[in-house]
């Protein structure tokens, strides 16, 4: 063949022998079964001498027993094929139905069946097989450098290896031992102080075959540690004259403070495994993990964080006895008053921290906690409590006694987020529809406590808007008087007793409220007629109690039983009040006499007793003084007792009152005759 036609046969080959495509397909099981080879030559163990087959004779050696299950005869028979003793036991043979086609898929695809995405994460995270770990013996001469030694070495050994890097069984095992001679007590208080600190030095030792962050390394190390010390020593009990216990506990305490992570989840179980009396010597400590708990939160962007740690660290504190809780709580007070100018740490956030810890101590009451919210509000680069922190709080101080509390906290928060103005009127308002009238007034209390009058009387009129009911005019009335608190009192105690009382004017608490406003300095008494509608029309007839266009039943008997009630409940109210003078007391019940005729119209409806009664203490005050009296007065009020009670009355009446006269006249001439005698000539 020519050079040139060789050359054409060759580009035509290549010309058919070229791929369509740069890629091609491959079915998943063969790379499956690719990767899986690969992991078994890539983690071949190593092997010693042994008669034992390897890998690969074995497998052969199963081939061939497979292969000779095939055949029908004896593998290994030295008779012919056609012979009839070499022939298979065909009489346990059974017939079987042949299997139907979703059975034969799923037999080809099993669930267990090894796939690529599995293959690869049982090779990259098969556990390594467990090594019996060194049994740690120590005895009485065994000193704290072989201790500190022996766990550094664990903790080495732990961490240059991936397998082991995670998981720490080596200076897991070592905690273990720790806790168990430290029950034992194998080792003394300093002892146990040298080797914690002994560690805590070697830790802060770099090491360049440590790939992981050394903090990160180090924190995790002392909290196992920590938690291994803390159950070993609280298996040893409480000696009243070992001392060296307490430096043990002292020393985990101060090692507790200097964690990067967990640390409140340790100290907590350090709080509840120290003896009660030992804690009376170990305020330092506690006063340094207080510290590291208000950095912490003083730092944390969450404000869900700042509840949660409180929430904790108030459980911690529960333990501590009055005096070494209040050298704690003033140590915490002044801690945070250091950082009001500092530009590391959120002075707000650690003021709101503080406050949320002490609210949920018992031993913190009220007066305690208000002193602590105005000292920590005092200076003038100092921005006040927002007034969802106050909501938040409040809720924390009550929260033993309030019902429904997440309807409560979500008010607060979905109105805090959007206005900080409306929170408080956001939870008045969810106190008032879950019925929770004296935490309503809990609230204003709690607000008058820390200096925020204008809140109150906020409060209170944002509720007159929300509630409509009878009793609204006087709770404007106490609000005009500059008593907020008094308006919300009227409130509750009219949705209080819907349920037992047919109206707010047969409560006790009526009489109690009424008499309250006429003794107050900034209230004009007539407001008072006005506010509650007992006002006389003029000469156009008015038609609010019509009930039709032919002027028929001006009102009910259940209307006119209120009025008469509440017109009772006034007078009585208008008369025992001391800044009323009598003229005026005489005026404003007499109006309440021409109301009560005026709902009646034609005379009939009776007047209350009451009415009766308030009329003649005030007229008879001059009597009760040893005046004569005022003789028109009396006269007048003759004649209403007359006109409603009848003659009888009203003579039995004018009878006594002409006998008070007489004596007031005789006594009065006595005593003139005593002045002359002793008057000198």
Avoid at 217 to 230: D, E, G, K, Q, Y
Avoid at 344 to 350: H, P, V, W
Wanted: some cysteine.
């Amino acid at each position: 063949m020519s050079p040139s036609l060789a050359s054409q046969c060759r580009r035509a080959a290549h010309r058919h022998l070229r791929p369509q495509s740069d890629s091609i397909w491959i079915p998943e099981a063969l790379v499956t079964a690719a990767f899986e080879r690969f992991c078994v030559t890539s983690r071949a163990a190593v092997r010693y001498g042994s008669s034992t087959p390897g890998p690969l004779e074995s497998r052969r050696r199963m081939g061939k027993r497979h292969m000779g299950q095939l055949n029908f005869g004896h593998s290994h028979s030295a008779a012919p094929l056609w012979d009839i003793g070499d022939l298979a036991d065909l009489t346990k043979w059974r017939w079987k139905p042949p299997s139907s086609s979703d059975s034969r898929q799923h037999q080809s695809h099993p669930a267990n069946e090894s796939n690529l995405p599995t293959a690869v994460y049982n090779w990259l995270f098969r556990p390594a097989r467990e090594q019996p770990l060194p049994e740690i013996v120590w005895d009485i001469q065994s000193t704290p450098s072989e201790v500190i030694g022996t766990a550094l070495d664990c903790l080495y050994r732990d961490l240059s290896s991936d397998s082991t890097a995670a998981t720490r069984p080596n200076f897991g095992h070592f905690c273990d031992s720790w806790s168990g001679y430290l029950a034992d007590g194998l080792f003394s208080g300093e002892a146990i102080c040298s080797v914690l600190d002994g560690i805590q030095r070697g830790l802060s030792i770099p090491r360049p075959e440590i790939e992981e962050p050394l903090n990160r390394t180090t924190t995790r190390a002392r909290l196992s540690l920590l938690s291994a010390t803390i159950i070993g020593l609280s298996h040893r009990g409480f000696h009243e004259h070992n001392y060296t216990d307490r430096l043990a506990w002292a020393n985990v305490l101060h090692g507790i403070s200097a964690l990067q992570m967990n640390s409140l989840r340790v100290f907590a179980q350090a709080m509840d495994h120290i003896p009660g009396p030992y804690l009376s010597d170990l305020s330092a400590g506690l006063v340094a993990n207080l510290y590291a708990y208000l950095t912490a939160l003083g730092r944390t962007a969450k404000r869900s964080s700042l509840t949660r740690q409180a929430s904790k660290m108030a459980e911690s504190l529960k333990k501590l006895d009055f005096v070494n809780l209040l050298f704690v709580l003033e140590s915490g007070t002044q801690y945070v008053l250091k950082h009001k100018i500092s530009r590391d740490l959120d002075y707000a956030r650690m003021r709101l921290s503080w406050l949320q810890l002490l609210v949920r101590l018992p031993a913190v009451d009220g007066h305690y906690l208000k002193k602590i919210c105005c000292i920590l509000e005092a200076g003038i680069e100092v921005e006040p409590l927002s007034n969802r922190d106050i909501c938040e709080i409040y809720l924390a101080r009550c929260r033993a006694s309030t019902a429904d509390l997440p309807i409560l906290y979500s008010a607060v928060q979905d109105t805090g987020a959007t206005d900080d103005s409306k929170c408080y009127g956001s939870l008045c308002i969810a106190l008032w529809k879950t019925s929770q009238f004296d935490h309503i007034k809990d609230l204003c209390r709690f607000l008058d406590d820390l200096g925020r009058e204008q809140d109150v009387i906020r409060l209170a009129k944002g509720l007159r808007n929300f509630v409509k009911n009878e009793v609204r005019p006087l709770a404007s009335l106490a609000i005009a008087a500059g008593e907020p608190e008094w308006a919300i009192d009227i409130f509750c105690h009219y949705e209080r007793g819907r349920g037992s009382h047919g109206s707010f004017w047969r409560t006790a608490f009526s009489a109690k409220a009424l008499k309250f406003l006429t003794k107050s300095q900034f209230l004009k008494h007539d407001r008072l007629l006005h506010a509650l509608r007992m006002r006389l029309p003029g000469r156009r007839r008015s038609r609010r109690w019509r009930r039709g266009r032919g002027g028929g039943e001006l009102i009910t008997a259940s209307e006119l039983s209120r009025e008469q009630l509440k017109t009772a409940r006034v007078a009585m109210a208008l008369a025992s009040s001391g800044r009323i003078s009598n003229r005026t007391a005489l005026r404003l019940i007499s109006q309440c006499v021409q109301w009560i005729a005026y709902l009646g119209r034609r005379g009939d409806a009776a007047l209350p007793d009451a009415v009766l009664r308030s009329l003649l203490f005030v007229i008879t005050r001059d009597l009760a003084e040893g005046k004569p009296g005022r003789t028109a007065r009396i006269r007048w009020f003759l004649y209403v007792l007359r006109t409603r009670a009848g003659s009888d009355k009203m003579v039995q009446v004018g009878l006594a009152l002409k006998q008070w006269r007489k004596i007031n006249r005789g006594l009065a001439l006595e005593q003139w005759r005593e002045m002359n005698r002793a008057a000198p000539l």
